[in-house]
Nanobody, 114 residues
Framework: QGQLVESGGGLVQAGGSLRLSCAAS????????MGWFRQAPGKERESVAA????????YYADSVKGRFSISRDNAKNTVYLHMNDLRPEDTAVYYC???????WGQGTQVTVSS
């Protein structure tokens, strides 16, 4: 199993945008599905978006549809989460995961101020 390292989190005002990145090590990244999850204080971890290994199949939680976009660059072993029109309720620690191996990154904090 490889290692996953998220980056790109931070503090942003409501309506702003962020791009999260998840860099993966390991030679099998390009053949695995990947997902972004988030966990807000006092809440359970929830799935935000997912993408198949070819990039052709994607999933979005209803709460982020039309605002978030997941993509991947297999040549760079990286998956991205583009987040637009951020809302205070998007505040959470965001994790990326290899959905085939159940490997997880350490998370990156996203805080949206009103």
């Amino acid at each position: 199993q490889g290692q996953l390292v998220e980056s790109g989190g931070g503090l942003v005002q409501a309506g702003g945008s962020l791009r999260l990145s998840c860099a993966a090590s390991g030679r099998t990244f390009s053949r695995h599905g990947m997902g972004w999850f988030r966990q807000a204080p006092g809440k359970e971890r929830e799935s935000v978006a997912a993408i198949g290994w070819t990039g052709g199949v994607t999933y979005y939680a209803d709460s982020v549809k039309g605002r978030f976009s997941i993509s991947r660059d297999n040549a760079k072993n990286t998956v991205y989460l583009h987040m637009n029109d951020l809302r205070p309720e998007d505040t959470a620690v965001y994790y990326c995961a290899d959905t085939d191996t159940d490997s997880w990154g350490q998370g990156t904090q996203v805080t949206v101020s009103s």
